[in-house]
């Protein structure tokens, strides 16, 4: 795949949510150098569902015989969470090309040996970090790693904006199961905050995480959750997210010695201090007057668009046909991960938690949890469903 006259085959698993959607985008031409090479879903239903809108792809009921049929280059997969992992290691050993849908997948251990197959596969491997794309957030990255905010200090998101009726929770039977997602909304909603948090802020290396099991919704998983992060540079992280509030919020506030950026209403607010605070601290004779600050409003590059899923598709297209660097290397999925299952961990165990986690102590509890999950019969198709098909348990059993 060389030629810049060639063509990415993709393959996609999963063609429910968000499956079906990028396998209408790839039919329909709209990303360059990529067309659709079969799809994969082992509900009958979705067999009907891709004769009528992709007329003429081959259409399997195992990942397995797709993956190894021929047709495609690349695998993009967008099952269950569970999943990803053991579908990109069977296309990396065939020799494709993997995209997975965030998560990367449920735990780290899966997802350890997920990318050692891709090293070892040497593929192209991207996830579908779209929010990459957001213009405002890669300036926001820009701004901490170019030390424009000098010494960092603190990193608080408030991202409670995720909410969610119990009708959306009822609509599949594996929704906010341990046996079926392996979470509530960290594993869920929040995939993309916690990848963006450690791109632009940094891995922590402790956590301190507080969850609610089902506080407000009838489910079994995490529907309110704050945690406290610290780093090796002595800086410090809180994490506040919930299904359950509206009107919500998203706020990210980052703080260093330069000054305070506030990432809201996808707009950036920055405080320029006149000095090094931590200086200005020991040096002024002031008892009580802060450093003066300028607000600025601080702007993107006017060419920069968000591309979104269209951008990630794109942009891996390019990598394996002309070396583009990816926006989202697979290998990256793992850290956000981690920060989840960090959160999950020590609020299981009512303690702190280093990072990288205990891989096998966290795969030893959810284990426990799977054992006594109860995955629910379906009971309604709330208004998502029925937007973006239906959401029942078409991958259990698995």
Known sequence: ????????????????????????????????????????????????????????????????????????????????????????????????????????????????????????????????????????????????????????????????????????????????????????????????????????????????????????????????????????????GVFITTTGECPGTNRLEITGDRGKMVVEHNRIKFWELSASEREYCYNSDKGFEPLKAEEKDVYPDPDAKETGHSGILQNFANAILHGEELLAPGEEGINGLSISNAIHLSDWLGEPVELPVDAEKYLEILRDKIKNSKVKKSSAQSEIADLHGSFNSRWNGK
């Open 1 to 236: 795949m060389s030629s810049s006259n060639s063509k990415i085959r993709m393959g996609i698993a999963g063609i429910g949510n968000m499956g079906s959607h990028h396998a209408k985008v790839i039919f329909g031409g709209e990303i360059e150098g990529m067309e659709l090479g079969a799809v994969c879903d082992i509900a009958e239903n979705k067999e009907e569902w891709a004769k009528s809108n992709l007329e003429g792809v081959p259409f399997y009921y195992d990942y397995k015989e797709m993956i190894q049929s021929g047709n495609i280059d690349a695998v993009l997969i967008a099952t269950p969470h569970y999943l990803h992992p053991p579908i990109a290691v069977c296309g990396f050993e065939h020799g494709l090309h993997v995209l997975i849908e965030k998560p990367a997948g449920v735990f780290t251990k899966q997802v350890e040996e997920m990318n050692q197959a891709a090293i070892k596969a040497g593929k192209v491997f991207c996830i579908m970090y779209n929010q990459r794309t957001n213009p405002v957030f890669a300036k926001a990255r820009e701004m901490v790693q170019s030390g424009q905010l000098g010494e960092l200090k603190r990193c608080v998101w408030i991202i409670t904006n995720w909410y969610r009726t119990q009708s959306y929770y009822d609509s599949g039977s594996w929704r906010a199961t341990w046996e079926g997602e392996g979470g509530g909304v960290l594993i869920n909603q929040c995939p993309h905050n916690l990848d963006l948090w450690q791109w632009i802020f940094g891995m922590p290396v402790k956590i301190s995480g507080n969850c609610a099991y089902g506080k407000y919704h009838d489910i079994e998983v995490e529907d309110d959750v704050t945690a406290y992060a610290e780093y090796a540079d002595g800086s410090t």
